[in-house]
């Protein structure tokens, strides 16, 4: 296995922990879980996702898409998102889009913040 190809195992590892994490917070909190309410679980979960809304929204290309690119020899012009997407659709989105789809999902891991609160280690429930 070439490094190029950890690198990548990775990254696809990072964007299931992005993508698969919310589903994962709401069937928590529906089957009353305690990982769905895990504070050091949920932060880690929002700043991942407002790391990629923040690269896209700067313009950068995700510095583990560079690093694999530059390990293949690979010209790094679009996004790791937007390569595989291309790989698996024949379609090439604009950056705009996904940009979009960022920002759209990073306010749904927000929304999910006040609907599913996160146990903050300390903080007692009252019960009424």
Not at 13 to 42: C, D, E, Q, T, Y
Not at 46 to 69: D, M, Q
Not at 71 to 79: G, M, N, P, V, Y
Request: hydrophobic letters at 60%; one cysteine or more; aromatic letters at 16%.
């Amino acid at each position: 296995m070439q490094l190029a190809d950890v690198v990548l195992i990775i990254h696809f590892m990072f964007v299931l922990f992005v993508v698969g994490s919310l589903p994962m917070i709401w069937i928590g909190a529906w089957l009353h879980l305690k990982f769905s309410r895990n504070l050091a679980f949920r932060l880690t979960h929002l700043a991942a996702i407002l790391f990629v809304v923040g690269e896209s929204l700067v313009g950068i290309i995700c510095p583990l898409t560079r690093w694999e690119y530059e390990l293949r020899e690979i010209e790094a012009d679009r996004s790791f998102i937007q390569y595989w997407l291309h790989r698996m659709l024949f379609y090439d989105f604009p950056e705009s889009v996904l940009t979009v789809s960022y920002v759209v999902f990073a306010l749904l891991v927000a929304i999910t913040f006040k609907l599913v609160p996160p146990i903050i280690p300390g903080k007692f429930k009252i019960k009424h």
